[in-house]
């Protein structure tokens, strides 16, 4: 369900009225349906390289409409800029101003989108600089795009080309309703590993999932996304969600398990109900998460401990035990929920940011242990997502965390859940350690 403000201000008397008071005006979001076709419109790919016309041609198999030429006044679908071969801080001209003639093209909920490197692992100065450069470029132009418009990246990384596995999956999930509510973020693709499902409605077909948190909220709808695309689920929530949490375990056709995380046997106990009751365990998401804000000048040891142990203790200690599980070695893949809270700070929330901060550190760290099991661990960053616990929040900052994003719309739990279904995708292996924001460019933090 989109706000109230946004369906008002998308049509008649309301579009004019928000036109002529300067007020922000929304758009309805194209977003993922089963069946659609990946984007509408041609798909023009932008780019002299190699690697531009090894993508261009791994494009046509998809049966998109692809371009490297663009035709004047022709309404595109995205616009695919592939700059995998900067040297120089000049060489980003050119494409650039290329890309830049057809942006008065591109359609409502359209797509543009860079391939490049990252600047971390760079030759010179010079190459660092044209690279890094692609950040500042992309993040400016994904403000200056309207209309449900997104501008997104992939940095290739050592080796990975721009077909890698996982570059391919990385630009189908950014070009495609999935990745809605993802807006100015870079997907860092890591290694070559990863394989493309045989079926793109079913990426996920034969995996057993556990999700945390799964009653109501971005939990609910992971469980429903993750069944949409093939997984059985394990719904976990405390014993006094219980209700809800059947409820939502019946529509999906898993399995409910009450038990609070928190439990010193919370990791073993997952296990067990996995693989008693579905014989195996190949992802887990750690969505469950509470908030007890404060000033940190009223912050009191309850409060404090509560969103530590819930937030990031429990999630350690359920690695843990997963890892060291015969039943977690076949790819596996840990997805983390994080917060913008957690990169950019948000007064009240000391205690919330330290956990959320140190999810993003865990997921980091951990890398190299599931990489070395052929799996990986990543974490999402959701902005103001429009759920049970952001409607808690005060009307006056609910609407700032609403309209303060390039998209002027909160997100849809539906948002977070299709960017976590993509990495726990096999197509998302070569993704690991990663952070991917869901907040229409939230205009706090990185
Ligand atoms: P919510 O409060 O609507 O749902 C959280 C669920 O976790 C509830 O069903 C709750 O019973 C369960 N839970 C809490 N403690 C638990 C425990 N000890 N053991 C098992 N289950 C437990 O929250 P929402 O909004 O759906 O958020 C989900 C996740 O997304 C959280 O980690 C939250 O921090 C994160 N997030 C949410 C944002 C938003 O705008 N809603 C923004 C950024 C992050």
């Not at 371009?67 to 040297?87: N, S």
């Not at 830049?100 to 010179?124: F, H, K, M, Y």
């Not at 860092?188 to 948190?213: H, I, M, Q, R, Y």
């Amino acid at each position: 369900m989109t706000d109230k403000y946004t369906q008002f201000v998308s049509h008649g008397l309301g579009r004019n009225v928000a036109k002529k008071l300067g007020l922000p005006q929304p758009t309805i979001l194209r977003r993922y349906e089963p069946g659609q076709p990946l984007i509408t419109g041609p798909v023009l790919v932008q780019g002299n390289s190699a690697g531009a016309d090894a993508l261009a041609a791994s494009l046509l198999s998809w049966d998109l409409d692809v371009r490297r030429h663009a035709v004047p006044r022709e309404k595109l679908g995205a616009i695919v800029l592939v700059l995998d071969e900067l040297d120089r801080p000049d060489d980003l001209e050119h494409p650039v101003l290329a890309a830049a003639a057809s942006l008065r093209d591109l359609a409502p909920s359209g797509r543009v989108i860079t391939l490049s490197r990252p600047a971390a692992n760079s030759a010179t100065p010079s190459q660092a600089a044209a690279r890094q450069g692609v950040d500042g470029f992309l993040r400016s132009l994904a403000m200056e795009l309207r209309a449900g418009a997104t501008g997104n990246g992939i940095l290739l990384g050592d080796g990975v080309t721009t077909t890698s596995p996982s570059a391919l999956a990385a630009l189908r999930f950014l070009l495609s309703g999935r990745s809605a509510y993802v807006d100015g973020q870079f997907l860092t693709v890591t290694s070559t590993e990863g394989s493309l499902p045989a079926d793109f409605e079913k990426p996920l077909a034969g995996k057993v999932a556990v999700v945390t948190g799964a009653a109501r909220g971005i939990g609910a709808s992971i469980a429903r996304t993750l069944h949409r695309d093939g997984a059985t689920v394990v719904l976990v929530d405390i014993p006094a969600a219980g209700d809800h949490l059947a409820a939502v375990a019946n529509e999906v056709h898993g399995t409910a398990l009450q038990l609070d995380i928190s439990r010193e046997d919370a990791g073993q106990r997952i296990i067990e109900h996995a693989v008693q009751r579905h014989g195996r365990l190949d992802i887990l998401i750690h969505n469950a998460g509470i908030t007890r804000d404060k000033l940190l000048a009223n912050m009191d040891h309850g409060r404090w401990s509560a969103v530590i142990n819930v937030n990031i203790a429990a999630q350690l200690r359920i690695n843990e035990a997963l890892l060291a599980s015969e039943h977690f070695r076949d790819s596996p893949r840990i997805v983390s929920l994080a917060s913008t809270s957690g990169i950019a700070g948000n007064r009240g929330q000391t205690n919330y940011a330290a956990s959320k901060g140190g999810v993003m550190g865990m997921v980091r760290a951990s890398a190299p242990l599931l990489s070395e099991r052929g799996g990986t661990i990543n974490a999402v960053a959701p902005g103001f997502i429009e759920t049970d616990m952001t409607a808690k929040v005060p009307l006056a900052l609910r609407e700032a965390g609403r309209r303060l994003n390039s998209l002027r719309q909160g997100g849809q739990p539906t948002d977070v859940a299709e960017a976590i279904a993509f990495l726990a995708s096999d197509a998302a292996g070569g993704i690991n350690g990663g952070v991917l924001r869901v907040c229409g460019q939230y205009m706090v933090g990185a």
